[in-house]
């Protein structure tokens, strides 16, 4: 996905991509974005909008990670979890990149504390995904407060009707790139424990890490309080 998309966002294309999670296509996008960044000047010139605030946090430390050579750049991360107002205070201070959710962005913007008047280029990353969860007004409003002279790069792993719609709603002469999409079966064994009502999770959980003895481990929580739960557990 790097070196098909790469070059055309290098000339400043609109860019629609499809590739699976885990293809490189954040690296694809970021590096076109530094490419073009202007440090002298202190004010937002790419924004880029995840579904979720991990994918945000995520997208936003690759950046800064492939960044570490340009001194003085500032990337920020706009969503939930952090309150209003410190992002707001630190938005004075003055932002190259901009990171977020629709939900947050749009909020900041109805509330004139984020400018994007600046902004040369746009970023949706896994836009199937924020479609799915409902940000599809989310991401309209935001765009409504873009420059309409601007690039647009929009990622996806499929390309539904929806996303289709998306992109002629909102780029411009677009060069569609798409890799292998297919996740290859049998990478991962999968299996399924049924856990009754009246059986303790954490015990059932502390038995099957007794039993297959992990080097690594990622285990995934529906709520904040439950993940802070098993990590304490």
């Given at each position: 996905i ?9 000339e ?75 992002q707001?205070?630190s ?38 995904r ?17 420059p ?86």
């Amino acid at each position: 996905i790097q070196a098909k998309s790469l070059p055309l966002i290098l000339e400043g294309k609109d860019v629609i991509g499809q590739a699976k999670t885990g293809s490189g296509k954040t690296a694809a996008f970021a590096l076109g974005l530094l490419n073009s960044v202007d440090i002298s000047k202190k004010n937002i010139q790419s924004l880029v909008l995840c579904p979720t605030r991990e994918l945000a946090e995520q997208v936003a430390n690759e950046i800064r990670r492939l960044a570490r050579r340009i001194d003085n750049l500032k990337v920020i991360t706009l969503c939930g979890g952090i309150s209003e107002s410190i992002q707001e205070k630190s938005l004075q201070t003055g932002v190259h990149i901009a990171v977020g959710t629709p939900g947050r962005v749009f909020r900041l913007l109805d509330k004139e504390s984020l400018d994007l008047r600046a902004m040369s280029i746009f970023t949706l990353d896994e836009a199937d995904r924020m479609l799915d969860m409902g940000f599809h007004d989310d991401i309209m409003k935001v765009v409504a407060h873009l420059p309409k002279n601007r690039q647009t790069i929009l990622f996806s792993a499929s390309f539904p009707e929806d996303i289709k719609n998306l992109s002629e709603g909102i780029q411009k002469n677009t060069h569609e790139v798409k890799v292998d999409t297919a996740h290859v079966g049998g990478e991962i064994n999968q299996v399924f424990y049924e856990v009754l009502p009246d059986q303790d999770k954490n015990d059932l959980l502390y038995r099957i890490l007794g039993k297959f003895r992990p080097d690594r481990m990622l285990i995934f929580c529906r709520t904040k309080k439950e993940s802070k739960d098993v990590a304490d557990f």
